[in-house]
């Protein structure tokens, strides 16, 4: 087998390549892997030197520019910010290069964004993953409501046929489901400027409903047998089978959303108690009894699959850099179990709705599901009851004319 070459780099980041070497493999980083990485760190000391730039002069800015003149000499690879990513991430680790420019707001709309934003996490306790989609609704709002001037004093002006025509114009084209994010969305920055007395009325009233039917279809679910042939279609021969099969069981037996898989800790697991803390929506704390199969999957993969990572976060991506997984990874695990047992692809949600009605099958009440999913309110539980189809025919009436 080839020895594989060991790239060199020239000053000035020479005195940097072995420990960037060692932070690589420490993420997981293949060999092959690294010596692709350290080449592209000698390629951007080649250019330093030949710019007569120091290691510590490497800022983000500086970065574009080393990238400008890849593409402008007719490169194709080695082109993009993700491309330098490791390299400049861990020479900010070591304090070689600055950390990345904050850019600060400059307009008082920006400001107001701002505050939108801290007043969403701090004071609404969002979970930062869905802080976005509340943010670019109201960036699109305010674009639109100060079209004269960047003043936020102009929108105490606002009327509610303003509210409407923009809720048409943004909505026209969504779906009932997307267009009424949107409505909630933005009722919330609505009340967010009455609150912070930037407008005088609570314009949030007049934001119209979307024509809807509540609860209008059957919750879509899993049958029993299929979720089982979910679970056996993982290869617990392979670590990645391990870890993905110990998803699919917590969201299987728990009910968990796939967030909230993937923002499992290591510390929210008591073995001795028996119990595992959800970090649940708002910011809460819930304490579920863990189940024997459950732990056996986890203790499993933490024995035989997890890497030995830094992280706390129980599941670890299988390929470099390690580090802990997103919500999208836990879905994805769940539609590639789904194409292995030739059912429909689905998200990791349908889980949490499969577990509801077997639960509803095998007689629990509305309350016990709704505890067991950590529901705040029993009408979002509601829902369920619409499953249990021997109950509700029980109560149908007869159709007039039925006879004939």
């Not at 509340?134 to 639109?144: H, T, V």
């Not at 009424?180 to 967010?192: A, C, D, H, M």
């Not at 997103?326 to 889980?351: F, I, Q, Y």
Request: proline share 6%; aromatic share 6%; with cysteine.
């Amino acid at each position: 087998m080839a020895r594989l070459r060991r790239i060199r780099v020239p000053d000035p980041l020479a005195p940097y390549a072995d420990g960037f070497r060692s932070e690589l493999a420490t993420l997981g980083y293949t060999a092959g892997s690294i010596e692709f990485e350290v080449w592209i760190m000698s390629l951007v000391s080649r250019w330093l030197c030949a710019q007569e730039i120091s290691a510590e002069y490497l800022n983000s800015e500086r970065a574009q520019w080393f990238l400008d003149a890849r593409r402008a000499s007719g490169h194709k690879r080695i082109v993009s910010k993700k491309a330098l990513a490791p390299l400049l991430g861990y020479l900010r680790s070591q304090g070689v290069v600055p950390p990345p420019e904050v850019m600060v707001s400059q307009t008082p709309a920006d400001q107001l964004l701002d505050s939108y934003q801290r007043f969403l996490v701090e004071k609404r306790g969002l979970a930062p993953r869905s802080v976005p989609d509340y943010m670019s609704l109201a960036r699109k709002f305010l674009k639109d409501a100060l079209r004269r001037t960047e003043d936020p004093a102009e929108l105490q002006a606002m009327t509610g046929p303003d509210i409407t025509a923009f809720l048409l114009s943004e909505t026209s084209r969504l779906t009932v489901g997307a267009a009424n994010n949107t409505v909630n969305w933005l009722r919330s920055f609505l009340r967010f400027l009455h609150v912070e007395r930037l407008v005088a009325r609570d314009l949030a009233v007049a934001v119209p409903p979307v024509a809807t039917w509540r609860e209008a279809r059957l919750p879509a679910t899993l049958t029993h047998a299929e979720v089982a042939a979910l679970l056996d279609s993982c290869d617990r021969s392979h670590p990645t089978g391990l870890r993905d099969f110990a998803m699919l069981i917590v969201l299987a037996r728990l009910g968990l959303r796939a967030s909230e898989v993937a923002g499992l800790e290591l510390g929210d697991i008591d073995w001795r108690a028996g119990e595992l803390v959800i970090r649940s929506k708002g910011r809460r704390l819930d304490p579920l009894p863990l189940p024997v199969d459950v732990g056996e999957a986890l203790v499993a993969y933490l024995r035989d699959g997890r890497p030995r990572v830094q992280s706390r976060n129980v599941f670890i991506t299988r390929h470099a850099p390690l580090r802990a997984i997103g919500r999208a990874s836990v879905t994805n695990a769940v539609g590639r179990a789904c194409e292995r047992v030739g059912v429909p692809r689905v998200g990791a949600h349908r889980l949490r709705h499969a577990l509801a009605t077997e639960m509803l099958r095998r007689g629990a009440t509305l309350p016990e599901i709704g505890q067991v999913l950590r529901h705040r309110d029993l009408a979002t539980t509601a829902v369920y009851a619409k499953v249990d189809r021997l109950a509700l025919a029980s109560v149908v009436q007869p159709w007039p004319g039925d006879a004939r």
